[in-house]
């Protein structure tokens, strides 16, 4: 099974301004429709910790992924969210093994 998932935890006191900040990013690669992309990406706030946070991104492959964060646009999207989040975010980088599907 390929796949590839990162996950990034961060801590922020701006979540509307980095999820502003994602969509547009996110309708700007759809609308450019180039290069490798993430295939599904979803943001979960933890209920225990409030300002806590993780993005959860699923790529095809991790060569797919590592392209992706070669790119201009990814680098600069990822220095623009990270300054506005409270401290450094931490990455975790997954290799999918098994996926499990329940509908």
Do not use: H, W
């Not at 935890?9 to 309708?27: F, G, H, N, Q, V």
């Amino acid at each position: 099974m390929a796949g590839f998932v990162q996950i990034i935890e961060y801590r922020t006191s701006k979540p509307d301004e980095i999820k502003a900040l994602m969509d547009d990013y996110s309708a700007k690669r759809e609308a450019e429709g180039e290069g490798p992309a993430p295939v599904r990406g979803i943001t979960c706030a933890d209920r225990d910790e409030s300002g806590r946070y993780f993005a959860i991104v699923e790529f095809a492959s991790y060569e797919d992924a590592m392209a992706n964060s070669r790119r201009a646009d990814t680098t600069e999207f990822s220095a623009q969210m990270m300054a506005l989040c409270d401290g450094p975010g931490k990455f975790y980088n997954l290799d999918l093994t098994e996926e499990m599907n329940y509908r």
